[in-house]
Nanobody, 124 residues
Framework: QVQLVESGGGSVQAGGSLRLSCATS????????LGWFRQGPGKEREGVAA???????TYADSVKGRFAISQDNAKNTLYLQMSSLKPEDTAMYYC??????????????????WGQGTQVTVSS
């Protein structure tokens, strides 16, 4: 059974930090890309950070310098370290996997498998 299971969300004050985790299992393909996405209230889902199997990373401009994506292959787990959080970072955060990507893309259309999401709420 294919699963991407996010954890680590919660409520923090502005300036705080959180680390999200995404445990992956059962993928029927070798994930070329793993990514984090978010969807705020009334907004479209947007890419936050992506990691290609060759090691390249891509970040949305809004999170550069504050968020870091990483992967522990031994644990089949993807991470998103979030620091200096802002109220505008409030959203449901999703991890996703792609077997088709050619680069560490943030475009949602490249991703085939999605988790259920974990909520992040940042208060001012």
């Amino acid at each position: 059974q294919v699963q991407l299971v996010e954890s680590g969300g919660g409520s923090v004050q502005a300036g705080g930090s959180l680390r999200l985790s995404c445990a992956t299992s059962g993928l029927p393909y070798s994930a070329r890309c793993l990514g984090w996405f978010r969807q705020g209230p009334g907004k479209e889902r947007e890419g936050v950070a992506a990691l290609h199997s060759r090691g390249s990373t891509t970040y949305a401009d809004s999170v550069k310098g504050r968020f870091a994506i990483s992967q522990d292959n031994a644990k089949n787990t993807l991470y998103l370290q979030m620091s200096s959080l802002k109220p505008e970072d409030t959203a449901m955060y999703y991890c996703a996997a792609s077997g088709r990507c050619v680069s560490s893309t943030l475009a949602t259309g490249w991703y085939d498998t999605w988790g259920q999401g974990t909520q992040v709420t940042v208060s001012s």
